[in-house]
C-alpha cells in the first residue's frame, strides 16, 4: 500500500496514475481507479467502493449491502490476483480500511488528508521549489522566458496550476 499526501493540486492523482500505469504489467489481472471524493460533501461509501470492484469482476452480480458482507466476496475475488487498486480522494482510514486487498495486489491512496493505514508507505507532497517549478512552466511553453518566475510565484507552485497555466500559454500566444 502506498499513499502520496498532500494539498489539492500538488499532484496526488498524477503521480499515482504515472505509477499504476508503469506497473500495470506486473500486475495483469485488473486495474481498478476509483474516486472515493473524500473532498466533497458525498464521499463514496465503504460499500461503494468494495462494490465497484467486485462487479469489475462480475457485472451483474447482486450483491448484499454491507461491508460485513461485501468484504469477504472482494477479497476472496482478488485473492491469487494480481491486481492494481487506485483509491483516488481518499477522505480518511475508515473509508479505505476495507478494501485492503490480499497479497498480491497493490493498492495506492490518495488523499489530501494524512491517516495511517496497516502496511502503508506514505509520501507527503508539497509545492515545487521556484527553480523545479520555473524549469516545468519552461518545459512546457518556452517563449514565456522571463516571466517564468512570476508566473510560478502566481501559481503557488503547484504542479497541476503549473501546468494548466503553461500549457494555456502555450496554446494562445497573445497571452503574456
Not at 483509491?87 to 473509508?95: E, G, H, L, T, V
Not at 488528508?113 to 520555473?134: E, Q, V, W
Amino acid at each position: 500500500i502506498s499513499g502520496p499526501f498532500g494539498m489539492g493540486g500538488v499532484g496526488k492523482t498524477a503521480l499515482a496514475l504515472v505509477i499504476a500505469d508503469r506497473l500495470k504489467d506486473r500486475y495483469p489481472d485488473a486495474q481498478f481507479h476509483l474516486d472515493l471524493r473524500g473532498v466533497s460533501d458525498n464521499p463514496a461509501t465503504r460499500e461503494e467502493a468494495l462494490a465497484h470492484v467486485i462487479r469489475g469482476f462480475h457485472p451483474e452480480a447482486k450483491l448484499p449491502e454491507s461491508v460485513a458482507e461485501l468484504q469477504p466476496i472482494y477479497r476472496s475475488l482478488l485473492n491469487g490476483k494480481q491486481a492494481i487498486l487506485l483509491m483516488d480522494n481518499a477522505r480518511d482510514a475508515p473509508q479505505v480500511e476495507p478494501l485492503i486487498p490480499p497479497k498480491g495486489c497493490v493498492m495506492l491512496v490518495t488523499s489530501r488528508n494524512h491517516f495511517h493505514l496497516p502496511g502503508i508507505y506514505s509520501k507527503d507532497l508539497d509545492k515545487l521549489p521556484p527553480k523545479d517549478a520555473k524549469d516545468l512552466l519552461l518545459t512546457i511553453c518556452k517563449r514565456i522566458g522571463g516571466s517564468a518566475e512570476r508566473i510560478a510565484e502566481s501559481c503557488g507552485c503547484l504542479p497541476l496550476a503549473l501546468r494548466v497555466a503553461a500549457s494555456t500559454l502555450n496554446e494562445y500566444a497573445t497571452l503574456t
